[in-house]
């Protein structure tokens, strides 16, 4: 199965602040996905990154506030702008086959 | 959108017991997932399973999609089973996921 990788692996920020994720995959995908699990919740689905073209966001989701980049078929990013408490949470890049999920992104905002 | 329910939301076992964990979706689907999240957050494929049954060591799942509903059976409970049990179905390659169920194992 493939190998995904993101970071950084968990990090504490300031509000106000932006923080870029990063996903690496060692093969090439097709899609790639963004997730977001708030404390304590369940998953829930930002936004599907296709090369080539911009991400489709999910209801609730805009790109203002998580751009996406997805600039070959190995990796994408994922911005949390502007950033208050409420988006601390675990972000985690997919891929639609074995292992799913890479380890995830815990943030932190104060 | 597919709306997924799980139960029950918390389990406690004693090491040794077997329980079995429910998940309801109210529409047909592509696939479906279930998931194991352990305590430092890596969410672990247990069963890409979109009908019939599979076991893979203690573990066990049935998907009876006509009815809309997969079961996970855990046999011989260990500690190491400890974690939260998500469900998920597959919509397009998008997932859609359950609350999850909390399973505590005590030695």
């Known amino acids: 199965s493939a190998v995904i990788s993101q970071k950084p692996s968990r990090d504490i920020c300031q509000r106000g602040t932006s923080l870029t994720i990063q996903c690496q995959v060692d093969?090439?995908?097709?899609?790639m996905f963004w997730y977001r699990q708030q404390p304590g919740q369940s998953l829930t689905l930002i936004a599907t990154?296709?090369?080539?073209?911009?991400?489709?966001?999910e209801s609730g989701f805009v790109i203002d506030k998580f751009p996406i980049s997805r600039p070959n078929l190995t990796f994408s990013t994922l911005t949390v702008s502007n950033m208050s408490p409420e988006d601390s949470s675990i972000y985690l890049c997919?891929?639609?086959?074995?292992?799913?999920f890479g380890p995830g992104t815990r943030l932190t905002v104060l | 959108g597919i709306q997924v329910e799980q139960s029950p939301p918390d389990l406690i076992l004693q090491e040794g017991a077997n329980s079995t964990l429910r998940c309801n979706f109210s529409?047909?689907?592509?696939?479906l997932q279930w998931f194991h999240q352990n305590p430092w957050g890596q969410l672990i494929n247990l069963f890409y399973?979109?009908?019939g049954t599979k076991q893979n060591g203690r573990l066990s799942a049935t998907t009876v999609a006509t009815e809309r509903y997969s079961l996970l059976y855990i046999s011989s409970s260990q500690t190491t089973d400890s974690g939260v049990y998500f469900c998920?179905?597959?919509?397009?390659?998008?997932?859609?996921f359950g609350a999850g169920t909390t399973v505590t194992v005590r030695a």
């Open positions: 399973i979109p009908s």
């Open positions: 997919s891929v639609s086959h074995e292992p799913f």
């Open positions: 529409d047909s689907v592509n696939n």
């Open positions: 998920a179905v597959e919509d397009w390659f998008k997932l859609s």
């Open positions: 093969s090439q995908v097709t899609m």
């Open positions: 990154a296709n090369q080539g073209s911009e991400a489709t966001y």
